[in-house]
């Protein structure tokens, strides 16, 4: 029996179109793979070295910047959505980056609570910054406290629903308090379950609502809100910011270093870069802060010559958040690992800093 070839192939213009299909097809899935690594972020965030600053770029004291040589350096860490690159580049880079989960960097607010959150803090910063810079000079100044912003609520909070982010709290249980800390340690001293009133403002409206008191991610009691100080600094003398896109308190330091310089014209720098971090507190004392490893990578990749890092006691219920030691010790710790030249300088206060500078040349 004889079989019709022509019947029993497959034309060569068909074959050809199956190929091209098919490798358009591999090519797609590629293109959506490579896009996929690129662009779509997993639930984690990667911190690397955001580099220096000059805080004469950024702030002005009585309309001017400080013309000394040297400068007084801020340092960031840049934080990056946790795509496959960015978390392989963290990998294979694991001296100078940190892998960090989405819940540990926000807090669980959104990406647009969260950038709030650091704009307050910021905000923050700056106001008891240039309240410690002229009280240390000598200058007449007022620091109104006028309640803490919320910027976060738990999931867990009776508030949820109540409190909105940029209210002000204002009161709890009809006490007044003069800073934040004296706010978190009255509530953390409240039993589990109590009833506690909360009095606030919210959109320039005095409102007063009713909660219980809950159980904290941290094993601590509380009523389950984020908050920052909401400050206002009252002066004659004028100091001016312009830090559009960066956040966070931990340029608060070096913020009261070049204010207190400048006003008292003490040439503290003599020439050198000086860079640092730390949160500043209306009694002048150093805050710790996060990511020291990547500002230290920051400053010495910038060039700077001291580093001024917190030297705070860690608490035996904190030190497994701090593994490898307070922010003095993992600063040291990645200064010799990347071989920096830098004068690590532990600091408690503003005013140890003061002196170091005065003393050293």
């Known amino acids: 029996m004889m079989v019709n070839k022509a019947a029993s192939q497959v034309s060569p213009q068909k074959g050809s179109f199956v190929k091209r299909f098919k490798w358009w097809l591999i090519g797609g899935f590629a293109l959506l793979a490579l896009a996929f690594?690129?662009?779509?972020?997993?639930?984690?965030?990667?911190?690397?070295?955001?580099?220096?600053f000059d805080i004469n770029q950024v702030m002005t004291v009585n309309g001017k910047t400080n013309k000394d040589k040297g400068s007084y350096n801020f340092v960031a860490v840049e934080v990056r959505p946790g795509t496959v690159v960015n978390l392989a580049y963290s990998w294979f880079n694991k001296d100078t980056t940190e892998i960090v989960?989405?819940?540990?960097?926000t807090g669980g607010a959104s990406t647009k609570d969260y950038e709030l959150m650091n704009q307050y803090y910021m905000e923050n910063s700056q106001n008891t910054a240039v309240y410690q810079a002229l009280k240390l000079s000598g200058k007449k100044v007022n620091l109104d406290y006028k309640g803490v912003y919320v910027l976060n609520i738990a999931d867990n909070s009776t508030f949820k629903g109540i409190l909105d982010i940029a209210d002000t709290v204002t009161g709890i249980n009809g006490k007044s308090f003069k800073s934040s800390k004296?706010?978190?340690?009255?509530v953390t001293g409240l039993k589990l379950g109590s009833k506690v009133t909360v009095q606030y403002t919210?959109?320039?409206?005095?409102?007063?609502?009713?909660?219980?008191?809950?159980?904290?991610?941290?094993?601590?009691?509380?009523?389950?809100?984020?908050?920052?100080?909401h400050t206002e600094v009252s002066s004659p003398e004028k100091v001016k910011f312009s830090t559009q896109g960066v956040g966070g308190p931990s340029a608060g330091l070096m913020f009261t270093l070049s204010i207190y310089d400048q006003l008292n014209k003490e040439n503290l720098l003599k020439g050198r870069m000086v860079a640092g971090t730390g949160t500043i507190e209306p009694d002048g004392s150093v805050g710790d802060i996060g990511g020291?490893?990547?500002?230290?990578?920051?400053a010495d990749k910038s060039g700077a010559e001291i580093f001024f890092v917190p030297d705070n006691p860690v608490t035996k219920a904190d030190k497994k958040?701090?593994?490898?030691?307070?922010?003095?010790?993992?600063?040291?710790?990645?200064?010799?690992?990347?071989?920096?030249?830098?004068?690590?300088?532990?600091?408690?206060?503003?005013?140890?800093?003061?002196?170091?500078?005065?003393?050293?040349?």
């Open 202 to 229: 919210s959109q320039g409206k005095k409102e007063s609502s009713k909660g219980k008191v809950v159980k904290l991610k941290n094993g601590k009691n509380g009523i389950g809100i984020t908050l920052t100080d």
């Open 37 to 52: 690594c690129f662009i779509v972020p997993l639930p984690y965030y990667v911190e690397a070295p955001g580099g220096a």
């Open 101 to 105: 989960s989405k819940e540990k960097i």
């Open 292 to 298: 020291v490893s990547q500002k230290v990578v920051s």
């Open 182 to 186: 004296e706010l978190v340690k009255y």
């Open 321 to 361: 958040y701090y593994p490898q030691g307070n922010n003095y010790q993992e600063a040291k710790m990645m200064a010799k690992k990347i071989d920096s030249k830098m004068k690590i300088v532990p600091v408690k206060t503003a005013q140890e800093a003061i002196d170091y500078l005065e003393k050293t040349k």
